[in-house]
């Protein structure tokens, strides 16, 4: 830790002997990245904070902790340096950072591939996380019921994945109302509720691979400029789409069930009009 070294990367790590508290000295350090990949823990009979301490408390910008089924982590004890955090593939879950009020240069945050379920809580994670700016919670367990509609994120986040998850339509009553680029793809969301929060900053949707029968309209986001509608179930795109999407610049609609009819023939003239923005006709 007081050597020259700046970036160390550990791959494939198994703990063999045990595991006793000692006391780990921040000062004086060159490091600004670690990275433990595929960590192996053999005896689990030890304090588990006595870990988790040593690596919440490190003075480094960039911690990556990936696909070592770490299970949780404490909060830092005082405001920490973290810029960029990844705990991608490992079990956590809700727990996690609950009124942390610590990580407030974090400004990446990537947990995908672990065990959360509420997206209330992920949303409450965040709220005191003041640089926020990406937050990866992709292939997780994440719901959101109707009970569960009270959200708090950081208003600092502009970029969020929840891409493949459990989400419904519901998932609109939760969202970081700044957000300029959101994934939901994957998801079960069969339609864009009408009479939701707007999301003004919002430039990037991707619905793909959902249960959309029709074109989401935009009015609650009206700066779209990307809507990707990939492989859902629409038959016969609305024409009203294009006119209330009038900052829409790219429309992917690819792999739908399309079906000959009046009003696609309609949406096709009107999409010509305005420029081309159906990306990948005919082909797709």
């Known amino acids: ?11 494939n790590l198994i703990q063999l002997g ?4 000692s006391r780990f000295d921040y000062s004086d350090t060159s490091m600004k990245a670690l990275a433990l990949n595929k960590v192996l823990v053999t005896d689990l009979f030890f304090s588990q904070d006595d870990i988790y301490n040593i690596f919440a408390n490190m003075n480094i910008e960039a911690l990556t902790i990936a696909d070592s089924e770490l299970i949780h982590m404490v909060c830092p004890s ?6 960029y955090v990844n705990f991608a593939k490992n079990d956590l879950t809700d727990l996690l950072f609950q009124n942390c009020d610590k990580l407030i240069q974090l400004e990446t945050f990537i947990l995908k591939r672990n065990k959360f379920e509420s997206l209330s809580k992920v949303s409450f994670m965040t709220s005191h996380m003041k640089s926020l700016r990406y937050l990866d919670v992709s292939s997780n367990l994440l719901r959101n019921s109707g009970a569960e509609k009270r959200c708090q994120w950081t208003d600092s986040l502009s970029e969020l994945d929840l891409s493949s998850n459990q989400l419904t339509e519901s998932v609109f ?3 970081p109302v700044r957000i300029s680029k959101l994934d939901l793809q994957n ?24 249960r959309l029968a029709d074109l989401p309209g935009c009015r609650a986001f009206a700066g779209l400029e990307i809507l990707n509608v990939e492989r859902n179930l629409i038959l ?24 000959c009819s009046c009003e696609l023939q309609d949406f096709l003239r009107l999409e ?5 923005k159906l990306s990948g006709w005919p082909e797709a």
Request: charged fraction near 20%; hydrophobic fraction near 30%; proline fraction near 6%.
């Open 1 to 11: 830790w007081h050597s020259s070294i700046e970036y160390f990367s550990i791959n």
């Open 18 to 21: 045990n595991v006793v508290s």
């Open 78 to 83: 005082s405001d920490s340096p973290f810029r």
């Open 173 to 175: 009553e939760c969202l």
């Open 187 to 210: 998801n079960q969301i069969a339609s864009v509720p009408k009479g939701i929060a707007e999301l003004q900053s919002l430039k990037e949707l991707n619905l793909a691979s959902n």
């Open 236 to 259: 016969t795109p609305s024409a009203d789409f294009l006119e209330s999407c009038p900052s829409v610049k790219e429309l992917q609609a690819g792999q739908n069930p399309f079906k």
């Open 272 to 276: 010509r009009r305005s420029g081309g």
